[in-house]
């Protein structure tokens, strides 16, 4: 799993009015360190991996949802 440059085709800029590019329909390609606009899979189309698509901030608030519930029961 390397980049193999295609990536670059896609790449998404940086809207100035919007904080979070993940709300605009943005994915990040962890190999090629980019995000890139790509509707068509959840994969790469340059190196095949998998894209993420939520920020990691979106899953610490989904942990600590889930810590709450548990204790309460």
Do not use: H
Not at 25 to 52: A, H, M, T
Request: net charge positive; proline share 3%.
């Amino acid at each position: 799993m390397t980049c193999n440059g295609i990536c670059v085709r896609y790449k998404a800029k940086r809207k100035s009015d919007v904080p979070f590019r993940y709300k605009e329909g943005q994915k990040r390609c962890s190999v090629c360190e980019i995000f890139i606009k790509w509707d068509e899979s959840v994969y790469c189309p340059c190196c095949n991996y998998k894209l993420r698509t939520r920020s990691f901030r979106g899953f610490q608030k989904g942990r600590k949802v889930r810590e709450i519930i548990i204790k309460r029961y």
